[in-house]
């Protein structure tokens, strides 16, 4: 216990507590920014399992925020290569990298391997599709967000409403750090929540951060936070699935034109603009929605379910 000495003598963590951290196993989506201080903050707390899953490779453009990689990481695995650094940093605990991406197809397995879950990919498919899995599953997530200056950090499911309680329509802005950028500290300050509330769940702490959401300003270096423990979950939804679980009969329509997408998202898709598809025959079919990031999708299914008939499903071409 000597490497924990500062935590265990905590009444908040002691003995008990830190079994508990030696015990579990937590599912981390993204190595990016976000994951730059969860993981390494996750690893020296002794938390017993990490599975880190990430498709990506490090990148010369995003080390001003994913401080967790060096300039001779750039080509590798990101995940890979975080998991070389929580290894280096505790042999004691296991670290597992998964080079693949997070998809409504995989999501259910890779969830239920979990006591908790990490949403650090900042993808809205992703978000989504993990929110719906733990919320099926009864497990805990602990889902962030940044952009520019600002960002958020929250306690999911688990027992609270799930991140659809919170942002139950389509996002706004399609923005993203690749187009409107973002500050390395901002990252590492909610990427730093992110990992507190991580381990709050995992020792147990009152009041849970679990129905918690936190809102952080980087301009002004302040944050504000607001409960939604009562918060109900809509009625309905538009899930997000993969293009392997689409079925013969499904009309599947991908939203994005030829200069967009060479080609279609699945062999039978079929490129139509909302406008048509208002007055197509197949209402009572399932409608699959496709596009890049899966926005544009879910906007399209919003204008389109007070004239559709059948189930509308979202498919993201890129989910993290």
Same mark, same amino acid.
């Given at each position: 216990?000597?490497?924990?000495?500062?935590?265990? $003598?905590?009444?908040? %963590?002691?003995? =008990?507590?830190?079994?508990?951290?030696?015990?579990?196993?937590?599912?981390?989506?993204?190595?990016?920014? &976000? @994951?730059?201080?969860?993981?390494?903050?996750?690893?020296?707390?002794?938390?017993?399992?990490?599975? $880190?899953?990430?498709?990506?490779?490090?990148?010369?453009?995003?080390?001003?925020?994913?401080?967790?990689?060096?300039?001779?990481?750039?080509?590798?695995?990101?995940?890979?290569?975080?998991?070389?650094?929580?290894?280096?940093?505790?042999? =004691?605990?296991?670290?597992?990298?998964?080079?693949?991406?997070?998809?409504?197809?995989?999501?259910?397995?890779?969830?239920?391997?979990?006591?908790?879950?990490?949403?650090?990919?900042?993808?809205?498919?992703?978000?989504?599709?993990?929110?719906?899995?733990?919320?099926?599953?009864?497990?805990? &997530? $602990?889902?962030?967000?940044?952009?520019?200056?600002?960002?958020?950090?929250?306690?999911?499911?688990?027992? @609270?409403?799930?991140?659809?309680?919170?942002?139950?329509?389509?996002?706004?802005?399609?923005?993203?750090?690749?187009?409107?950028?973002?500050?390395?500290?901002?990252?590492?300050?909610?990427?730093?929540?992110?990992?507190?509330?991580?381990?709050?769940? $995992?020792?147990?702490?009152?009041?849970?951060?679990?129905?918690?959401?936190?809102?952080?300003?980087?301009?002004?270096?302040?944050?504000?936070?607001?409960?939604?423990?009562?918060?109900?979950?809509?009625?309905?939804?538009?899930?997000? %699935?993969?293009?392997?679980? &689409?079925?013969?009969?499904?009309?599947?329509?991908?939203?994005?034109?030829?200069? =967009?997408?060479?080609?279609?998202?699945?062999?039978?898709?079929?490129?139509?603009?909302?406008? @048509?598809?208002?007055?197509?025959?197949?209402?009572?079919?399932?409608?699959?929605?496709?596009?890049?990031?899966?926005?544009?999708?879910?906007?399209?299914? =919003?204008?389109?379910?007070?004239?559709?008939?059948?189930?509308?499903?979202?498919?993201?071409?890129?989910?993290?």
């Amino acid at each position: 216990m000597s490497r924990y000495a500062r935590q265990v $003598i905590l009444p908040e %963590v002691g003995v =008990e507590g830190q079994n508990r951290l030696a015990r579990a196993r937590v599912l981390v989506v993204g190595a990016g920014g &976000l @994951a730059a201080p969860v993981l390494p903050l996750l690893a020296g707390a002794g938390v017993g399992r990490l599975t $880190i899953v990430d498709p990506d490779t490090v990148d010369l453009s995003n080390l001003h925020r994913q401080t967790l990689f060096a300039e001779a990481d750039c080509g590798r695995p990101k995940a890979e290569a975080a998991t070389e650094r929580c290894r280096a940093l505790n042999s =004691e605990i296991t670290v597992e990298a998964q080079n693949q991406t997070l998809t409504p197809a995989n999501a259910a397995d890779l969830v239920a391997e979990a006591d908790l879950v990490l949403d650090c990919a900042d993808s809205y498919a992703a978000s989504y599709t993990l929110s719906d899995t733990c919320l099926a599953q009864g497990k805990p &997530l $602990i889902s962030a967000s940044v952009l520019g200056l600002s960002g958020y950090v929250g306690g999911f499911c688990g027992g @609270a409403p799930s991140l659809r309680a919170v942002f139950p329509d389509a996002p706004d802005s399609g923005a993203s750090c690749a187009t409107s950028g973002v500050l390395g500290p901002v990252v590492a300050m909610i990427g730093a929540m992110q990992g507190q509330m991580a381990l709050g769940v $995992i020792l147990g702490l009152d009041p849970s951060p679990l129905g918690q959401m936190v809102q952080v300003d980087g301009r002004t270096c302040t944050s504000s936070g607001f409960r939604f423990d009562t918060a109900p979950d809509p009625d309905r939804h538009f899930p997000f %699935v993969a293009p392997s679980q &689409l079925a013969a009969d499904d009309l599947i329509v991908d939203l994005r034109s030829v200069d =967009e997408a060479v080609q279609p998202i699945h062999p039978d898709a079929r490129r139509m603009t909302v406008e @048509a598809l208002r007055t197509d025959p197949n209402k009572g079919k399932t409608l699959a929605l496709c596009c890049a990031t899966g926005l544009r999708a879910w906007r399209a299914a =919003e204008e389109l379910h007070p004239h559709w008939r059948g189930r509308i499903v979202l498919v993201a071409a890129a989910t993290s």
